[in-house]
């Protein structure tokens, strides 16, 4: 039976059969920590026979949070250091965060900001916390994009969001506004005509990304929340995070890729799992997630390629970690590789063999 609200206890995982009665006290021990909630279409999802389900993976409590490793950091993608004012980050030249929010509507075990987000979090920005990251846009020239995220921007009521697009309307330099989301995936209904509305404003180009990790949740209503946004003009991107259990298998990928592309969502990013607090064991080497995106390459449509990231520990921005297929030789000659291992000259020496 479907939940009809969020499970956000470890009592209520419990009662739900989604967590065994003997690992109540350790749930209730990672939750005294990290925020818990489970959407009723997430939990509809998870195979309760199933002890290593992917989604359960996801947003069901596990002890080994609370074990951490000498390398992670509360604030791992150095957010803090490149926050000019509240709510800020500047990263870039071009482009910032805007982080309106610090709740979601599902809480990601893996989550690379888990020490930030949570209903005792750092919750909405302060209207006046609002008009100075307004302000700060404003007197950047140089901003181009505007990327709302947090937390999950589209938690926000359609009156909320709108107020907030007529305000960065009036910026002429900002041309692109991006929402960061979960929300198509998690709670599909939310997407409704009044939010994906409210997402839109003259003169600005609108992206959502949505961020999904394994094809189960690509669900019939997931697939029909992304096809509102894309047929009202919004343009989407994927973002998924490499997670061992999850994601870490070569048919997996392929399939959630390239549901992402029948949906009309473009694979953007595929984040190697960043250095967040307990979250060890769903880190997999950069090396096996070189392997794993070498596979996708000739086996799925170059329409399914993500671009492999690093986001490199303490701000210093996004890397594309994928292997390289062309290695030089001289001057201006190189080896190349194909995607079935083959190693080929460039330039061809002697005459073009065709396979
Ligand atoms: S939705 Fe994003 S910000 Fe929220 S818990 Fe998941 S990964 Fe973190």
Same mark, same amino acid.
């Given at each position: 039976m479907k939940q009809d609200r969020a499970i956000r206890t470890a009592k209520d995982l419990v009662s739900a059969g989604l967590l065994g009665a003997d690992r109540l006290g350790d749930a209730e021990a990672v939750a005294k920590r990290y925020a818990i909630a489970v959407t009723p279409d997430m939990a509809g999802l998870i195979d309760r026979a199933d002890p290593n389900d992917p989604i359960a993976r996801q947003f069901v409590p596990d002890i080994a949070e609370l074990s951490t490793t000498p390398e992670e950091r509360a604030d791992p993608i150095g957010d803090l250091s490149h926050s000019p004012v509240e709510g800020i980050?500047?990263?870039?030249?071009? !482009?910032?965060?805007l982080k309106a929010v610090h709740v979601c509507? &599902?809480?990601? $075990?893996?989550?690379?900001? $888990?020490?930030?987000?949570?209903?005792?979090?750092?919750?909405?920005?302060? =209207?006046?916390?609002?008009? #100075?990251?307004?302000?700060?846009?404003?007197?950047?020239?140089?901003?181009?994009?505007?990327?709302?995220?947090?937390?999950d921007p589209l938690v926000l009521s359609a009156r909320r969001l709108e107020e907030m697009m007529v305000r960065l309307k009036d910026i002429p330099h900002v041309k692109i506004v991006r929402f960061h989301s979960r929300v198509p995936v998690v709670e599909p209904q939310r997407v409704d005509d009044k939010l994906i509305a409210a997402l839109k404003a003259s003169g600005k180009t609108t992206y959502v990304a949505l961020h999904a990790n %394994?094809? !189960?949740?690509?669900? =019939?209503? #997931? !697939?029909? #929340?992304?096809?509102?946004?894309? /047929?009202?003009?919004?343009?989407?991107? @994927?973002? @998924? &995070?490499?997670? $061992?259990?999850?994601?870490?298998?070569?048919?997996?990928? +392929?399939?959630?890729?390239?549901?992402?592309?029948?949906?009309?969502?473009?694979?953007?990013?595929? %984040?190697?799992? /960043?250095? +967040?607090?307990?979250?060890?064991?769903? $880190?997999?080497?950069?090396?096996?997630?070189?392997?794993?995106?070498?596979?996708?390459?000739?086996?799925?449509?170059?329409?399914?390629? =993500?671009?492999?990231?690093? /986001?490199?520990?303490? *701000?210093?921005?996004?890397?594309?970690?994928?292997? @390289?297929?062309?290695? #030089?030789? *001289?001057?201006?000659?190189?080896?190349?590789?194909?995607?079935?291992?083959? &190693?080929? +000259?460039? =330039?061809?020496?002697?005459?073009?063999?065709?396979?």
């Amino acid at each position: 039976m479907k939940q009809d609200r969020a499970i956000r206890t470890a009592k209520d995982l419990v009662s739900a059969g989604l967590l065994g009665a003997d690992r109540l006290g350790d749930a209730e021990a990672v939750a005294k920590r990290y925020a818990i909630a489970v959407t009723p279409d997430m939990a509809g999802l998870i195979d309760r026979a199933d002890p290593n389900d992917p989604i359960a993976r996801q947003f069901v409590p596990d002890i080994a949070e609370l074990s951490t490793t000498p390398e992670e950091r509360a604030d791992p993608i150095g957010d803090l250091s490149h926050s000019p004012v509240e709510g800020i980050v500047h990263r870039y030249p071009d !482009r910032v965060l805007l982080k309106a929010v610090h709740v979601c509507p &599902v809480y990601c $075990r893996f989550c690379f900001r $888990r020490e930030m987000v949570g209903p005792e979090g750092l919750g909405t920005l302060a =209207p006046e916390a609002m008009d #100075a990251a307004i302000g700060y846009i404003t007197n950047h020239p140089e901003i181009w994009e505007v990327i709302l995220t947090g937390g999950d921007p589209l938690v926000l009521s359609a009156r909320r969001l709108e107020e907030m697009m007529v305000r960065l309307k009036d910026i002429p330099h900002v041309k692109i506004v991006r929402f960061h989301s979960r929300v198509p995936v998690v709670e599909p209904q939310r997407v409704d005509d009044k939010l994906i509305a409210a997402l839109k404003a003259s003169g600005k180009t609108t992206y959502v990304a949505l961020h999904a990790n %394994h094809p !189960r949740e690509l669900t =019939p209503a #997931a !697939r029909a #929340a992304a096809g509102r946004l894309v /047929d009202a003009g919004v343009v989407m991107l @994927s973002q @998924s &995070v490499l997670l $061992r259990g999850i994601n870490d298998d070569p048919d997996v990928l +392929a399939e959630l890729m390239r549901g992402f592309v029948e949906m009309r969502v473009k694979p953007y990013y595929l %984040h190697h799992p /960043d250095l +967040a607090p307990g979250t060890a064991h769903f $880190r997999l080497s950069i090396a096996e997630g070189q392997a794993l995106v070498k596979s996708l390459r000739g086996r799925v449509s170059g329409l399914c390629q =993500p671009t492999y990231v690093l /986001d490199i520990p303490g *701000g210093y921005g996004k890397a594309p970690i994928a292997a @390289s297929n062309v290695e #030089a030789t *001289g001057e201006d000659t190189y080896k190349v590789s194909d995607w079935q291992g083959g &190693v080929h +000259a460039y =330039p061809p020496t002697g005459s073009y063999e065709t396979p």
